[in-house]
């Protein structure tokens, strides 16, 4: 089984390119800081405490990084890890390694990443959309009541829920 789960923040916002041909499609890559889990050395110096993950988004999970995605943000990528190699123009063998998004969504809500996009606890994967919705949609969380269920107002059509 070749699965990958990352919580990482972006290093730079995604580049994206468009594929050539009948059909383009968005390819967007990017890269995580995900952070370390590890002990300190004697003198207190943690040396590297993040790796720098390459990850790379296909078709609407691409044009979704693209639109949504920024550096700084804290983000959560599940997908597949893919190694590939190349020779380079001095005629060297380079070896690559990259994570393929089935699944990426904000880790952090909007108020906690400053984030302006107007979207919250969003994901989109390669075809796997669980609910891109606008905070505003939802009722007023002052609205709940004791048993931990929400009180919905009156006159809210069930179209407009951000769930099924």
Known sequence: MNKVILMGRLTRDPEVRYSQGERSMAIARYTLAVDRRGRRSQDGDQGQTADFINIVAFDRAGEFAEKYFRQGMRVLVSGRIQTGSYVNKDGQKVYTTDVIVEDQEFADSKNQSGDNSGFGG??????????????GTRPAPSSAIGDGFMNIPDGVEDEGLPFN
């Open 122 to 135: 969003s994901s989109y994967g390669g075809g796997n959309n669980r609910g891109s919705y606008q905070q």
